[in-house]
């Protein structure tokens, strides 16, 4: 799903209902930026609560951190991917994506 604003709360409330119903369910969360990380965990905690912890709510800076050297060094310009600030939907093709189709072929 992409494009859709957690504070609508019906789109926060159909988040939680679907994490409690599938246990094994990883749900995980782009979010724009670091205050968009904040304002996603407010609004799904008002939505109500899953002891699942199969909700993972990643912004970039939280995505950058858990890349390792090789990984960063796969890109053609490194240094590219230290700039990364926002997730919109060019970046987390480019930075996450990407990656993944060049490990499957």
Known sequence: MAGFSFADEHIAQITIRAAVANPTLQIVIFAYSENSK??????????????????????????????????????????????????????INQYVFEPIKRGLF
Do not use: H, M, V, W
């Not at 899953?50 to 990984?71: A, C, G, H, R, V």
């Open 38 to 91: 904040k304002d996603i965990a407010t609004s799904l905690n008002k939505a109500g609560c899953t002891n699942n912890n199969n909700i993972l709510i990643l912004s970039p800076e939280d995505y950058k951190k858990s890349q390792d050297k090789q990984f960063i060094e796969s890109f053609q310009s490194p240094d590219d991917f230290n700039k990364l600030e926002r997730f919109d939907l060019k970046s």
